[in-house]
C-alpha cells in the first residue's frame, strides 16, 4: 500500500472554494492511479474523483462535476483536488488513496485502507 497525506481543508461559506493536497511520501506516483474519495458521518465512503498515471484521464462523479479539478504534479508528487462552489453537501471527510479505473469500475479504491483525511466542512 502507498503511503498519502491530506491537507487543505478547513471551513468555508456555500459558494467558496478550498484547495486539497495530497503529499505521496516513501514513492513516486508516476505509475499510479491516485482518487479522491469522501465520508460523512454515518455514509459509506464515495468516489469523488480520480486522475490517471498515463493520459491524465479524469473521473468526476455527478454531484461534482462542474465544480471540482483534479490534477496531478508528478514533479511535487502530488495531487490536488480544486473545489469551486462548495455546498454543504460537499461536508465531508476527504481521502486521497490509490485507485483503479476501468470501463465499468471508472474510479475505485485499490485498497480498503483510509488514512487521516481532511476536513471539509461546508456551512453559513
Known amino acids: 500500500q502507498l503511503h498519502f497525506v491530506e491537507s487543505g481543508g478547513g471551513l468555508v461559506q456555500p459558494g467558496g472554494s478550498l484547495r486539497l493536497s495530497c503529499a505521496a511520501s516513501g514513492f513516486t506516483l508516476d505509475y499510479h492511479v491516485i482518487g479522491w474519495f469522501r465520508q460523512a458521518p454515518g455514509k459509506e465512503h464515495e468516489g469523488v474523483s480520480c486522475i490517471s498515471s498515463s493520459n491524465g484521464e479524469t473521473y468526476y462523479a455527478d454531484s461534482v462535476k462542474g465544480r471540482f479539478t483534479i490534477s496531478r504534479d508528478n514533479a511535487k508528487n502530488t495531487v490536488y483536488l480544486q473545489m469551486d462552489s462548495l455546498k454543504p453537501e460537499d461536508t465531508a471527510v476527504y481521502y486521497c488513496?490509490?485507485?483503479?479505473?476501468?470501463?465499468?469500475?471508472?474510479?475505485?479504491?485499490?485498497?480498503?485502507?483510509w488514512g487521516q483525511g481532511t476536513q471539509v466542512t461546508v456551512s453559513s
Open positions: 488513496v490509490e485507485g483503479y479505473m476501468t470501463s465499468s469500475t471508472p474510479c475505485n479504491p485499490a485498497y480498503d485502507y
